[in-house]
């Protein structure tokens, strides 16, 4: 009989408890475990993600992983080429705003901190600038969010610092 050779050994997992991952439709979260269960007469290795400011619990299959887009915390250089994305130049395209609002939502999704830049640069205003809208500025409030997060597991900042840290390079410029 052979035994299914996907399955991952306990030893071999690529995240254990404690760790920082990204999910990327949730954003930051951390690994409490590993727990097995029967799932439609099925056995199943299931990481436990914790996702505190939501309150969120998540189990992802093992199995799934690559699947699922789950990660581990960006490279200091990702989050360094992330935060000079922040400083570039605002390319708003001459859209409709519920076309470029479709193209944000899909780059904050996809986890990638560079696309959440982008987002986050291209929603900012300074105080000297129009007002946002209602959708905009919760758009940008999501893109900041996620992309604090982050910033602040990768670099062991509080929220806050990392959040006033974007806000005040991004004003800089």
């Known amino acids: 009989m052979k035994t ?11 995240f254990s408890a404690g760790d920082y991952v990204v999910y990327p439709t949730h954003g930051v979260g951390q690994v409490t475990g590993v727990e097995e269960r029967e799932i439609a007469g099925q056995d199943l290795q299931l990481f436990i993600i914790n996702f505190e400011k939501e309150r969120m619990i998540l189990r992802v299959p093992i199995d799934k992983v690559e699947d699922s887009g789950l990660r581990k915390l960006s490279s200091e250089k ?15 395209k001459r859209t409709m705003w519920s076309r470029r609002a479709q193209e944000y939502e899909a780059k904050i999704n996809s986890g990638d901190p560079i696309a959440i830049a982008e987002v986050v640069r291209d929603l900012h205003r300074n105080a000297d600038q129009p007002e946002q809208s209602y959708s905009e500025r919760q758009m940008y409030q999501a893109a900041l969010e996620r992309l604090a997060r982050e910033y602040a597991a990768c670099e062991d900042l509080d929220h806050d610092t990392a959040v006033e840290m974007m806000e005040d390079s991004m004003s800089s410029t």
């Open 4 to 14: 299914n050779t996907k399955r991952k050994s306990l030893k071999n997992l690529e």
């Open 78 to 92: 990702t989050i360094e080429m992330a935060l000079k994305t922040l400083k570039g130049r605002v390319r708003i």
